[in-house]
């Protein structure tokens, strides 16, 4: 990597603090993608984007800001991206996935709150996340009862807006979100000076449904019996769709998946044949969150869609681009984003339908529930997900845990003990078919 | 033909050889090192059935060591080799509440043996054969003998789960002069009472089996036989459920 001290001294950073951080990311990485065999060329991009995620991608804002555009980040794919966009600002994703800011997130937040929300907090007030350190304007949302008391706490070390999501999916509900997206265009037309027009909406929209087409498309290739890539590198295409920049990240995840497509036609697979196939399904998982995927792919796993945000969640259905004026665009972002299935909302049987839907267009063979610790919405909607997949005599499994390795061994055994009770269920359908 | 399963526990390391019939078992204290263990084990049931290692024909290990055994063929884990195992013994078991040194676990099967279901309990030391051994030690006993020791005795309520505080709790009331018969009744429940909600939040089945080194208490087996009103059954050797079902699983390999 470059020397990019001067820029992050410019961020603000505390660099030494930083340093840190940076020591023990590259070993990681090393350990858990470019251990892996058989990987696609295509992927050598995305690795390159990681060796720069504090570097390049940090300076490109930079230059960006040095323009006059400005830097939004937000929290959660409820977050309208195409009106960031139509603004001619720059969007990014700010999830924590990683325990370094944890300790520094609990000075603000009870112990007892979810490590997205401590990581997320920690990483703020720390200083050490340079994409934090970018932002113009954090938006936040009212999803759950920990993110919304962060925003409070956050607000107090950088401007903050904070979007009403409603909890149910009323009629009303639609009507109120529509208000709430004309209330997020004023406050970006304010923050940048442009004026958001039919013309740069429709602009947004398009560019966004592209990027969403994109990974589609290759979630598609992962429906393939035999798997072109890893259920590992397909997660970390999808955590780095929320922070690259969009048209680059389109183009090169198009030239993975031409890759991609020569290695079904050729039938080959980065996995054994009979490798069971998992479904994993809950709370989002942020870069460098990429425990469970690698605990699953090397206990005898491999992961073949999440139904998560940063999975389906985040890219399936696009917006309606036919709308002509401003009212009609912004119907149908509501529409596109209030069909999203998040467990914040009540009641949300939605989800199980997606759940039942995917693990039958992906050819899972059992489903992996997710869920962070305390994080109430999804341990609590496990109940219902479980009684409409014993129904169905899909198998589960719910694994709940935080971002250390601490219990490594345990949730081995867990899901090692998982695959090994599918075995016999494979046989029989294998039998029957 | 010869098989062996080897189960490498955090207290003790079991190992049983099965020749489709027979079977013969070894359990020794694991020790510091799961692998010198499991070596030591496959050395005794060798000279205990008088066979020669080249008669095995297929080694499964399981437990949390499994890992650490170079000389087996094929590593399963425990839940697996508890489900076998205890379908193995009786045909009629399709639930398993399994507490053992460090953890517990319950484990639903269907009639061939195959698992349906199964739960494990957190990363703690509630509720297993740690907390009876810390408890144990308190009252200057041997595990072994609070079975004696509580007879019949009223239970005097334990309301911490966690063993650190559970421990302080019990010297206090030994320090108050409560009997430790009645303290050691307690301790009984406040086990069983962890193996009970556990079970609870699978669907039990009968015949439930109560297997691993805590089911060897009969006082344990009777107040969790009354709290769930279910068939229970305890295998007359708690302890080696686990590398039986390893063995059986490597016999019928063979076949
Ligand atoms: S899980 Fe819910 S709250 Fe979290 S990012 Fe997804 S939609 Fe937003
Ligand atoms: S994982 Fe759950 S608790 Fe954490 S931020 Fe998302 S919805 Fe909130």
Redo the contacts with the bound molecule.
């Keep these: 990597m470059a020397d990019y001290r001067e820029l992050w001294k410019s961020l603000d950073m505390d660099l030494e603090k930083h340093d840190q951080l940076c020591e023990v990311l590259p070993k990681f990485y090393d350990e858990i993608y470019l251990s892996q065999e058989k990987r696609p060329e295509g992927m050598n991009y995305f690795n390159f984007v990681i060796a720069e995620v504090h570097g390049l991608r940090i300076q490109e804002l930079a230059e960006h800001r040095k323009n006059g555009q400005k830097v939004v980040g937000s929290?959660?794919?409820?977050v309208p991206d195409e009106v960031i966009s139509a603004a001619d600002a720059v969007g990014v994703g700010l999830?924590s996935g990683s325990d370094f800011w944890i300790p520094d997130g609990e000075k603000y937040l009870p112990r007892n709150s979810c490590p997205l929300v401590k990581a997320a907090v920690g990483a703020k007030t720390s200083g050490t996340c340079p994409y934090f350190q970018s932002c113009d304007l954090l938006v936040g949302?009212t999803?759950?009862d920990g993110?919304k008391k962060a925003w409070e706490i956050l607000g107090e070390h950088v401007p903050m807006h904070v979007m009403d999501l409603p909890q149910m999916k009323r009629e009303k509900d639609k009507i109120h979100w529509m208000d709430e997206i004309r209330i997020f265009i004023d406050e970006l037309e304010e923050l940048t000076g442009n004026k958001i027009t039919e013309e740069s909406l429709a602009r947004g929209i398009e560019l966004i449904n592209k990027k969403r087409e994109v990974l589609q498309r290759l979630y598609d290739l992962r429906k393939e019996e035999n798997l072109p890539i890893s259920g590992k590198d397909a997660l970390l295409v999808t955590q780095i769709a929320f922070y690259d920049n969009p048209e680059r990240f389109i183009e090169k995840t198009n030239e993975l998946c031409e890759e991609l497509e020569k290695r079904v036609q050729n039938k080959e697979s980065v996995f054994a044949e009979g490798t069971p196939r998992i479904l994993v399904s809950g709370?989002?998982m942020a870069v460098p969150n990429w425990k469970l995927h690698h605990m699953i792919e090397t206990s005898g796993g491999s992961v073949v869609c999440e139904e998560?945000?940063t999975g389906t969640?985040y890219f399936e259905n696009l917006v309606d681009n036919t709308g002509e004026t401003m009212e009609e665009q912004i119907k149908a972002l509501s529409d596109r984003y209030l069909n999203?299935n998040?467990?914040?909302f009540t009641p949300n049987p939605g989800r199980i339908d997606d759940i039942l839907r995917l693990y039958k267009e992906y050819k899972a063979d059992g489903v992996v529930y997710y869920t962070l610790p305390f994080c109430q919405?999804?341990a609590t909607e496990f109940k219902k997900v479980k009684e409409a997949l014993d129904k169905a005599d899909i198998p589960v499994i719910m694994i709940e845990s935080d971002y250390s390795l601490q219990d490594a061994g345990q949730l081995k055994t867990r899901l090692e003990a998982f695959f090994e009770m599918l075995e016999p269920k494979k046989e029989i359908a294998a039998a029957n078919k | 033909m010869y098989s062996i399963g080897i189960d490498a526990g955090s207290v003790a390391t079991k190992g049983v050889i099965f020749d489709g019939e027979k079977i013969e078992h070894v359990i020794i204290p694991t020790g510091w090192s799961p692998k010198t263990a499991s070596e030591e084990v496959l050395k005794q049931l060798l000279v205990k059935s008088n066979i020669k290692k080249e008669d095995v024909e297929r080694i499964i290990g399981t437990g949390y060591g499994r890992i650490s055994m170079p000389f087996v063929d094929k590593a399963i884990t425990e839940i697996t080799c508890h489900a076998k195992g205890a379908h193995y013994l009786n045909k009629k078991v399709r639930t398993i509440l399994d507490i053992g040194g460090q953890d517990s676990k319950v484990i639903n099967i269907d009639e061939n043996g195959n698992i349906t279901d199964f739960l494990m309990n957190d990363k703690c030391a509630a509720g297993t054969g740690r907390f009876l051994q810390v408890m144990a030690n308190v009252l200057g006993k041997d595990v072994s003998e609070l079975d004696d020791l509580t007879n019949n005795a009223r239970p005097e309520a334990i309301t911490s789960m966690c063993t650190v505080f559970a421990e302080s709790e019990v010297i206090s009331l030994l320090a108050k002069g409560i009997p430790k018969e009645n303290i050691a009744s307690g301790i009984m429940h406040s086990i069983a009472s962890r193996g009970v909600s556990l079970l609870e939040r699978i669907n039990i089945l009968d015949d439930v089996a109560f297997t691993g080194g805590v089911a060897r208490s009969d006082v344990i087996g009777r107040i969790i036989n009354d709290k769930i009103s279910k068939t229970i059954y305890k295998p007359p050797n708690s302890q080696i459920v686990g590398a039986l079902g390893a063995a059986v699983i490597g016999y019928r390999e063979l076949l």
């Design positions: 929290f959660c794919v409820f999830c949302e999803t759950c993110k709370t989002p998560t945000c969640r999203i998040c467990a914040c919405t999804y």
